[in-house]
Nanobody, 118 residues
């Protein structure tokens, strides 16, 4: 019953910012770790940022200090604030939900495109 829908992507110039959102069905939101992944053209999917139900976070080294993940449990929504964007940040960004007690329960959104270009 878990559904994830991303939004907020777009075309921005280097140095620009975006705020990505991931709205969830919320049926079991509070016991899931939420994450943002991205897949650039010709590359593997990589973890960008994750946040547990308890609020602890981790980031890929390439985005640490520039990106911030947060969650609003009341609204069943996860955000990714992306700042100081670089062309290498260009990718499709996907929202992920993983059950903290049974990782077999794993859900993905459809993705939102972020393009950084001058």
């Amino acid at each position: 019953q878990v559904q994830l829908v991303e939004s907020g992507g777009g075309l921005v110039q280097p140095g620009g910012s975006l705020r990505l959102s991931c709205a969830t069905s919320g049926s079991i939101f509070k016991i899931y770790t939420m994450g943002w992944y991205r897949r650039a053209s010709g590359q593997q999917r990589e973890l960008v940022a994750a946040i547990t139900s308890g609020g602890s976070t981790n980031y890929a080294d390439s985005v640490k200090s520039r990106f911030t993940i947060s969650r609003d449990n009341a609204r069943n929504t996860v955000y990714l604030q992306v700042n100081s964007l670089k062309p290498e940040d260009t990718a499709v960004y996907y929202c992920n939900a993983r059950h903290e007690l049974n990782g077999w329960y794993n859900y993905w959104g459809q993705g939102t495109q972020v393009t950084v270009s001058s």
